[in-house]
């Protein structure tokens, strides 16, 4: 049988993993609507709005340690740059 320490760490690397799913899940849905939004042709206020939101999402995935920041960084450095040619009118698929 195994000891109740083993027991406690088997219980919270559960939890840990579930609430690193939920996380991880929330940014990579955001992304993909993000570049759903691109690919319809949205205008730039929802775009924007859209933008915000994703870009909190990285930075929350970041600082819970579910992905590096220097991941993070660049997640927003290159949704950046898709908006921005976009909008720009060079709408090249990155």
């Known amino acids: 049988m195994a000891k109740k320490p083993a027991l ?3 219980r919270q690397t559960k939890e840990r993993n579930l609430r690193n799913k939920k996380v991880s899940k929330a940014f990579k849905t955001a992304v993909k609507k993000l570049e759903l939004a ?3 042709k949205k205008n730039k206020e929802e ?3 859209l933008l915000k939101r994703v ?3 990285i930075d929350k995935a970041a600082s ?3 992905i590096h920041k220097n991941t993070a960084g660049r997640k927003k450095s290159l949704i950046n ?3 921005n040619n ?6 090249k698929k990155q």
């Open 8 to 10: 406690k760490k088997a």
């Open 38 to 40: 691109i690919n319809e």
């Open 47 to 49: 775009l924007s709005a």
């Open 55 to 57: 870009i909190s999402l």
């Open 64 to 66: 819970k340690n579910v």
């Open 81 to 83: 740059k898709r908006i």
């Open 86 to 91: 976009y909008l720009s009118g060079k709408s």
